[in-house]
Structure formats: C-alpha cells, structure tokens
C-alpha cells in the first residue's frame, strides 16, 4: 500500500451516492470506487452503466431507485444499503437540478421544485445518512453538493430559485456539523463552478460564451477535477475539516 492509500484511502468504507447515474455524480461515484470504497447509488432513475463501469474496473457497487423528495424512499434505500453493506461511512448528496429562468418568469411550482429537490431533498438524505451513523457510532462523512452560487449570483442567466437552494443548503451544512460534532460526524460541502456535464454542456452557447471572460481559468472545469476533493473530505485525512464549504471554481468567486 502507498503512502498515499494510507492518507486518502476509502478501502473498507461503504459509500453512497445520490444522483450518481450521470454527470458529476456518476464520475466521483467511480472516483470513490477507485479510492476502494464499496458505492451505493440512489437514484431516480437508476445507475446501470455507472455500475458497469466500477465493477469492470474491479470495484464494487450496486444501485438504487429512489426520490430524494420522498422520505419513505430515501429510508427505505438507506436500509437496504444496511442489509447489503452492513454501514454507511460517507454519503456524496449530490442530487440536484437547476432552472434558468427569471424571477418574474419562473412559477412558484417551479421554485418549490428546485428548493425541494436541491434543499429538501438533500436535508432527507443527510439526516437519514445522519440517523444511521449515530445509532451504529458511525464516525461518518457527509459531503452535500452546493455550488459557487451560493456564494456568487451567476450572470447573465437569473436563477434564484437555485442560488438560494445551494447558499441554504451552505448553512445546512454548517449546523449539521456543528449538530453532529459530538458524534464524529463530519459535514461538508462542495461548491463547484461551471463544470462540463450535461447540466452545463446543454445550456445555450451565448450562455456559454458569456461565462468565460468571467472564469479566471478561461475555461469550464472537468468532472474529474473534483474527485479529489470529494476523496479527501470523505477521508479520515480531513478529520478537523468540518462545516467547510470547499469552492472548485477556476477562481470565479474571488472576482
């Protein structure tokens, strides 16, 4: 084993992945399996070719159908994550979706969808993930997906219904580690900037085209430029880090 297993090595740990069938989610579930964790996906719409794809490279994973909104489902597949596992060590609460609309455009049913599914949704999936690893003492970690904007408002596009799901979803972070600290459960989370995966790739080219002035970077990041650190804060590496907000974003919110 190399000094590097033995600082961010995840072998022996089972890791569970909302969201995890495409984009972001799908590439650090097989960035976690190659770290040595064991993946559980929960999704909507399940995870097949994610799964393929860890157990071709000789890891383990399986996959879930679940509503991250709906609190049966979410409980349910955690327990059967329990009955295949054993444990939950690290949760990656990635499921999320974003509306590009202005605030006099948009309806409410679709503010309500993106606070439930971003906010709502990732709050049901943490205190689950969270409920299971203080009954078992667990000393586990949470990383929730959030973004850059929930730092910055993004321009040219409006989209508050999503800057306002992930800045929330920022503070959540912080009081559920602060909660959980007594535990030895630690929260975290993760705020990406534009970052190439169908969610960003499928946006409007002059959207596009006004974004990259903006990067420092000069560029969108990859989906790869991430693993590392969601690898590291669900790593007993990062044991003091907890209640940060870790920013990937070329630079974007120094500006």
């Avoid at 509306?99 to 606070?115: C, G, M, P, Y």
Wanted: hydrophobic share 40%; proline share 3%; net charge negative.
């Amino acid at each position: 084993m190399s000094y590097l297993d033995d600082l961010f090595g995840l072998k022996g740990k089972i890791a569970v992945v909302t969201g995890g069938g495409r984009g972001i989610g799908q590439v650090v579930a097989e960035g976690l399996a190659k770290a040595g964790a064991e993946i559980a996906i929960i999704s909507r719409t399940g995870a097949d070719e994610t799964v393929k794809n860890i157990e071709a490279a000789g890891g383990r994973a399986y996959s879930l159908r679940a509503d991250v909104t709906k609190e049966n489902e979410v409980d349910t597949a955690f327990a059967d994550v329990l009955k295949r596992s054993g444990a939950v060590d690290i949760v990656f609460n990635n499921a999320g979706i974003c509306i590009h609309k202005s605030t006099l455009e948009a309806s409410i049913a679709e503010w309500r969808e993106v606070i439930d599914i971003n906010l709502t949704g990732e709050y049901i999936v943490a205190r689950a993930a969270g409920k299971i690893m203080i009954e078992r003492g667990i000393k586990g970690s949470i990383i929730n997906m959030a973004s850059m904007s929930g730092t910055i408002v993004n321009v040219p596009q409006w989209q508050a219904s999503y800057n306002a799901s992930k800045a929330a979803l920022i503070h959540l972070t912080r009081s559920l580690a602060v909660e959980w600290s007594p535990y030895g459960i630690r929260v975290n989370s993760l705020s990406p900037g534009y970052i190439a995966t169908p969610m960003s790739v499928d946006t409007p080219q002059e959207l596009k085209d006004a974004w990259m002035p903006l990067i420092p970077n000069h560029r969108m990041g990859k989906p790869e430029e991430l693993i590392g650190a969601v690898i590291y804060l669900a790593s007993a590496e990062s044991g003091y880090t907890n209640g940060s907000d870790l920013i990937v974003d070329g630079a974007y919110h120094c500006q």
